[in-house]
């Protein structure tokens, strides 16, 4: 690894790119969402009307003027009559601007998460009785990942319909993507995967049934995740992290390098 990659601001703008690039891939999941790109910025509107990780706007070059973004995702979510969140980095200098001017035009904080890397491969330890572990390589697995996901998210508040919308599973199977599954006495439990860009391998969806928690089944899927993104030349894991997820990471040797904020700004 390199000296520059493990500087905090290099590490904390390449997982925010990766979080871009990897919104926008798991925007393709959903048929009927709509990704704008243009120089500097990335707007999704998933099928589902959440404000909050359904419809997103993100910064990815730093230089773009905090401003014009703001007016542009205004512009591309009035459009569609929704509100969205803008995604910024706190304790991040370069997103200052970002959080002035969303403060000017009225957004409001709506949630925040710990951004944690890991900068070498995780611990994997043996599952618990009952227990295995398998790497998504069909459709139909998607289906069981995709249903576990909306149990077991449904306890941190989100509702169902943000992943009913999840229906083309063919970005899960990609090069650069890794999803896993563990089942326990035959029945899908927990999930976690990763989705490789910039030499960072992020860990996405990660959720444990609610009767199944406490296992160690969590921390099996992320390592499995973590460790096949360094297998596919990651040099940096990151990830976003719940408040019931947290722990497992920290005891796993993931670092909180800064805090992301979602401003909110409610429909038209």
């Known amino acids: 690894m390199t000296a520059a990659s493990t500087c905090p601001d290099v590490e904390s703008r390449r997982a925010h790119l990766n979080l ?24 999704g509107a998933g099928s589902a009307e959440h404000p909050v990780i359904s419809n997103a706007a993100f910064r990815n070059d730093d230089a773009l003027d905090a401003g014009e973004l703001i007016a542009r995702a205004h512009e591309f979510f009035s459009a569609r ?20 001017e969303a403060e000017a035009a009225g957004l409001q904080d709506v949630y925040a998460m710990p951004e944690m ?7 994997e330890r043996p599952l618990p009785p ?6 998504l390589t069909s459709a139909e697995q998607a289906e069981d990942y995709w249903r576990v996901a909306t ?9 169902p319909e943000i992943f009913a919308g999840y229906s ?25 995967m990763t989705i490789v860009s910039g030499g960072v391998a ?13 296992r160690g089944l969590g921390r099996a899927v992320t390592a499995a995740a973590t460790n096949a993104g360094f297998a596919l030349g990651a ?27 979602m401003l909110l700004s409610s429909p038209p």
Do not use: C, K
Request: glycine residues 10%; without cysteine.
């Open 20 to 43: 871009v690039e990897s919104s926008r891939q798991l925007f393709e999941l959903d048929p009927r969402a709509e990704v704008e790109a243009g120089p500097g910025w990335m707007f």
């Open 235 to 261: 040099e940096l894991a990151s990830l976003q992290a719940s408040p019931m997820g947290r722990p497992i990471y920290e005891a796993m040797g993931y670092e909180t390098i800064f805090e992301y904020r």
């Open 130 to 135: 009952g227990a295995e572990l398998h790497r």
């Open 151 to 159: 149990a077991s998210y449904a306890s941190l508040g989100f509702p």
């Open 168 to 192: 083309d599973h063919t970005p899960l199977l990609r090069e650069n993507v890794a999803a896993f599954l563990a089942h326990l006495d035959d029945e899908p439990v927990a999930i976690a």
């Open 202 to 214: 992020g860990i996405y969806w990660v959720g444990t049934l609610e009767a199944a928690r406490g």
């Open 117 to 123: 890397v890991l900068r070498a491969p995780a611990e």
């Open 81 to 100: 009559e929704r509100g969205f969140s803008v995604w910024g980095r706190a304790g991040v200098a370069a997103d200052d601007d970002l959080f002035a």
